[in-house]
């Protein structure tokens, strides 16, 4: 079984400061972890994955992931956040086992005040 | 490129009536193909899940059923609507399986009235 939680229903920021979105998971092997930006009326954006290597990914838009296999966590990251950033994100977990068939998280809103 | 098209974009039917979605993708053949429902902009559910023509895996028992009539053909239906039912509709697809990325479509608003 797979599973992701993403703690955080809200999360505000002002423009220009970092900005953190939580996500941790759960599979029974070897984790593919991606990150999506979902703004109002729209479909899903593709952000980033990890499959393997350096845990540090970077994606679109300025994003980073870390992932972190002891803490079972891949946290989003930007250093500088714009209000245009300002959307619901999502975290999905796959395992390799798991047919092409994602976990999505419950999402995480974010708010960047100018 | 690859693209999804999905539509209507938005439909409001009333209870007890039919229903049906559409999803094409281009630029790709063989893609996985899903559909997914997000209630209240949170979470999404996963209802169908298709490997290639005529197989359908399904997710969730419910009111909904799958056909894919063509290699990049998803289509999502119902005989009779329930309230229920209303919510925002997401077509996807993806290619080969491990760490392949899934796409979606712009999604379909229904409304059950």
């Known amino acids: 079984a797979q599973s992701v939680a993403q703690p955080e229903d809200q999360v505000n920021v002002a423009e220009g400061n970092p900005l953190t979105v939580k996500c941790t998971y759960s599979v029974s092997g070897n984790p593919y972890l991606f990150w999506y930006v979902q703004y109002p009326n729209r479909g899903l954006q593709f952000l980033l994955k990890y499959i393997t290597g350096d845990n540090l990914v970077k994606g679109s838009y300025g994003f980073e992931a870390e992932f972190n296999k002891s803490q079972t966590s891949f946290h989003l990251k930007k250093p500088s956040a714009l209000v245009s950033d300002s959307a619901l994100y999502f975290c999905?977990?796959?395992?390799?086992?798991?047919?092409?068939?994602?976990?999505f998280g419950d999402g995480t809103t974010l708010t960047v005040k100018p | 490129s690859q693209t999804i098209h999905q539509w209507p974009a938005t439909l409001v039917q009333p209870v007890g009536s039919p229903l049906s979605l559409e999803c094409t993708v281009e630029?790709?053949?063989?893609?996985?193909l899903y559909w997914y429902r997000q209630a209240a902009g949170r979470g999404l559910q996963l209802l169908f899940y298709s490997v290639g023509i005529g197989q359908i895996s399904s997710e969730v028992p419910q009111n909904l059923s799958a056909s894919r009539p063509q290699d990049r053909q998803f289509i999502l239906s119902s005989k009779k609507l329930l309230l229920s039912d209303s919510g925002f509709y997401l077509c996807a697809w993806s290619v080969g399986q491990g760490g392949n990325t899934i796409y979606f479509g712009e999604g379909s608003w229904l409304t059950v009235v």
């Open positions: 999905a977990v796959r395992d390799g086992t798991n047919a092409g068939k994602s976990t």
């Open positions: 630029g790709t053949s063989n893609p996985n």
